[in-house]
């Protein structure tokens, strides 16, 4: 399957997606205590979305059952929304994508329960700034490696973990399109970027240095190896001859 670049009316039929879900994620932002269940919050998205006419593009994806991933502490990506409560000090990140229209954006977004531990608080705040440092290299003619490498000089500054089995991705109106979009790379090395293209950029970080990871026997959760924290930002980037456009704030 080849790229597929988008025109500037396909890009604004994503950027109308895009706003709904990032006030969805400023919904969710309301609502993340101690005491709240995720599945609860997976219901919260879905009315959400319906009353935005919207759809979660997920739910139903593959045999995926819910309308918003959410992964707490030690897992990483794809983790089943359930009713067990939230506690005091934890993270939980919350991945979703939204269909408007048969257009998609995907974003997913890490939130504190309450006060975290101080070293988590600064590996939530080292992703998000990894996320920003990629966004900045997402520009027409350079390479995707620049991208990756942005990333992964914030990681190794800091000693954490980079999980390199979970990459960004081409959107559009299939939620998986390519290029794969890694979060560590060289610079001027891999595919040259052109403007059109949609991507998501989303680094994983673990607390733990290893960034290694294995599958739960759902055949979606993803765990750190070593049982350290994981702490997940996502865009959805439009790359213009202007440079980077993020879609999804």
């Known amino acids: 399957m080849r ?18 879900l990032a006030a969805c994620h400023r919904e ?17 998205v879905e ?13 139903g994806y593959k045999g995926f059952p819910y309308a918003t991933c959410a992964s707490v502490n030690e897992v990483v990506c794809h983790g089943f929304p359930d ?6 000090g934890d993270v939980v990140t919350i991945d979703m994508v939204v269909n408007k229209n048969g257009w998609l954006a995907d974003s997913g977004w890490t939130y504190a329960v309450g006060q975290v ?14 996320l920003f440092k990629g966004i900045e290299q ?9 991208i990756g490498h942005a990333i992964q000089e914030v ?3 800091e000693g954490y ?35 059109g293209m949609v991507i998501t950029i989303e680094p994983v970080f673990t607390l733990g240095s290893s960034g290694a990871v294995f599958w739960g026997d759902d055949g979606w959760t993803i765990s750190s190896a070593d049982g350290s924290i994981g702490v997940q930002y996502e865009h959805t980037i439009a790359i213009t001859k202007e440079g980077p456009f993020v879609l999804t704030d």
Do not use: W
């Open 47 to 59: 009315d959400f979305l319906k009353k935005k006419g919207a759809t979660p593009e997920q739910k």
């Open 83 to 88: 009713d067990r409560p939230l506690r005091e």
């Open 28 to 44: 969710i932002a309301k609502h993340i205590k101690p005491g709240v269940s995720t599945l609860e919050i997976d219901g919260r």
């Open 3 to 20: 790229i597929q670049l988008k025109s500037a009316e396909e890009i604004g039929y994503m950027r109308e997606a895009g706003r709904i």
């Open 138 to 146: 997402a520009r027409p003619g350079a390479a995707m490696g620049n």
């Open 161 to 195: 973990g980079i999980v390199m089995s979970l990459v960004g991705h081409g959107i559009g109106r299939q939620l998986h399109e390519p290029p794969d979009v890694p979060s560590y790379g060289t610079p001027g090395r891999g595919l040259k970027l052109k403007a």
């Open 155 to 157: 990681a190794q500054r």
């Open 117 to 130: 531990n101080p070293a988590v608080m600064k590996l939530m705040k080292r992703t998000h700034e990894a």
